[in-house]
């Protein structure tokens, strides 16, 4: 095997780059042994079956996601950021446009008045995941989140697919929110949301509304970005304090125009209806995870990680419960909008200047989820080519502002593609089955973390773990298929969270806990993450057949590049770092310097 200084993985195409300045090569893209020439690539081909069982197999470890991964980058991103910083990155990457237009499809369609219930019950599955994700973000503060989280603890394949399908989710979400940026400030400038676009009816339906203006936000998101992610956080912290503002004044604007007597009917779809309600409005609270990729860049994970949040979190929950209490106060849930529902609120109340405010806020929500958005995706897109799992070349940390430029700019690049043409209609809930399955492998990644350790856990407590996560996955997938099968009757329940409970119930005390948390760790372990994995699978179950074939395609898709190309890469680069590794401990023993 030639040596990793000759032709790549050593150098990794990244002190290339520095001294070939801007110009692109093969080796910035696909440095490792295996695509030096045919010849190597048919070999690396011969032993797919041998490769796949040693990625499948073999798990990453903290001390290698937290050293030699960062090392792959060349320089180190700035540690810059604080608890405060957090708390209104997250406040800003979730409290987007989604509280404008899901509040009032979920109040006249699914829940009425009791709204606020399904945004309690959407805000507290969604925290159980917050949870799970600031005790990995605390343990490993690294860029990749959730990616290096996986790799740890599900391996390399898993990662990869999870990895896949969060870039995908950043890619849509991003978009989507700048496409939606356009009709608000549309709105804001008194036109209709499509008068800023360009009809070209030669193209395809869903495609040919051009969106330039969805464009240049990204773009001007991106270069704040790529700058400075300290002035960024100040930006974002501005913006959403303004926010937060908007969202005071709506509520209290809103309030003085309540009537008590919309109230009286306050459950008009029954139980199922808060449930499905619930289902929707989950995805309100989407963006959390793209904070705890900001590990690399915190002061005191420790500390500021968990107060970031989960602060940002619970705050963003009871907001969002007041506006929906409010919008129900002021409509009866019949004439409510399911469009622009604070709005037509406002001015069926006779408040119409108000809807200047409600169009305001909207627009700095979506700006912030912008900027939270392209940093987060950045960062996983950056880990996640420390791996080769993606080209090398965009692992590079600039020196100058610690920031990954290369990362951000080609991520900036596929947004506007994507923002420019499509309306993401078909695409939406494809991004709700890939954000939930992401929340769902991280829940089970907690419980393995907790309860497996290599050379630790005995034969029988592992063999028990596997069969009670299991049974814990089986009966959560039954609760979801029978929601979507029999919503109207409940004797299924009575068995399938009966499985689930003492499948909980059976791991809690018949299996050891093989690891601790150092700094900060989840409470009632296993029964937080056990739940959140029931409710994301049955949270996904309310999701239309259509889309679940598609995510399937979309894996496939995945499957075969990671067969073609991701596996070969990663493979010669997890072996390069355990040479590595293996020659540095032989010098230290040389040397006398092991303990």
Known sequence: ??????????????????????????????????????????????????????????????????????????????????????????????????????????????????VVISYLIAGISALLSVLCYTEFAVELPVAGGSFAYLRVELGDFVAYIAAGN?????IVSGASVARSWTSYFATLCNHSPDDFRINVSSIAEGYNHLDPIAIGISIAVAIGACLSVKGSSRFNSIATILHIIVMIFIVVAGLTKANPANYDTFVPYGIPGVFTASAVLFFAYVGF?????????????????????????????????LLAATLCLMQPYTQIDADAPFTIAFEAVGMKWAKYFVAFGALKGMT?????????????????????????????????????????????????????????????????????????????????????????????????????????????????????????????????VTVWFLATLGLNFTVKQAKKPQLWGVPLVPWLPSASIAINVFIMG??????????????????????????????????????????????????????
């Open 1 to 114: 095997m030639a040596s990793g200084t000759e032709n790549g993985i050593g150098a990794l195409g990244i002190d290339g780059l520095k001294k070939r300045g801007s110009f692109w090569k093969k080796e910035d893209f696909l440095p490792e042994e295996s695509f030096q020439n045919w010849g190597n690539y048919v070999k690396a081909l011969s032993n797919t079956k041998t490769r796949l069982k040693d990625r499948l197999l073999t798990r990453s470890k903290d001390c290698i996601e937290l050293h030699e991964m960062r090392a792959q980058s060349e320089h180190e991103m700035k540690k810059n950021l604080n608890w405060w910083d957090l708390l209104w990155f997250g406040i800003g990457a979730v409290m987007g446009a989604g509280i404008f237009v899901l509040t009032g499809q979920a109040a006249r369609n699914n829940a009425g008045p009791a």
């Open 166 to 170: 969060i870039l995908f989710q950043y």
């Open 289 to 321: 995870d793209g904070v705890a990729t900001l590990g690399e860049e915190t002061k005191n994970p420790g500390r500021d990680i968990p107060i970031g949040l989960i602060g940002s979190m619970t705050i963003t929950i009871v907001t969002y419960c």
């Open 368 to 496: 912030t989820v912008l900027l939270a958005n392209v940093i987060g995706q950045a960062r996983y897109f950056t880990h996640i080519a420390r791996t080769h799992m993606a080209p090398p070349l965009l692992a590079v940390i600039n020196e100058k502002t610690g920031t990954p430029m290369n990362a951000t700019i080609i991520m900036t690049v596929a947004n506007s593609i994507v923002a420019f043409f499509t309306s993401l209609d078909v695409l939406a809930n494809l991004l709700s089955i890939a954000t939930l399955f992401i929340f769902t492998l991280v829940a089970i990644a907690l419980i393995v973390r907790r309860y497996y350790a290599t050379g630790e856990t005995s034969n029988a407590d592992r063999n028990k773990l596997i069969g009670f996560l299991v049974l814990i996955i089986g009966s959560s997938i039954a609760t979801a298929a029978y929601w979507a099968a029999s919503k109207d009757h409940w004797i299924g329940y009575i068995v399938t």
């Open 542 to 595: 309310s999701i239309d057949g259509p889309s679940f074939v598609r995510f399937s395609v979309w894996t496939l898709l995945l499957l075969i590049y990671y067969l073609l190309v991701a596996l070969h890469a990663s493979y010669d680069a997890a072996k390069e770092i355990e040479r590595k590794a293996e020659a540095t401990q032989a010098t230290n023993i040389e040397a006398g310097t092991t303990k």
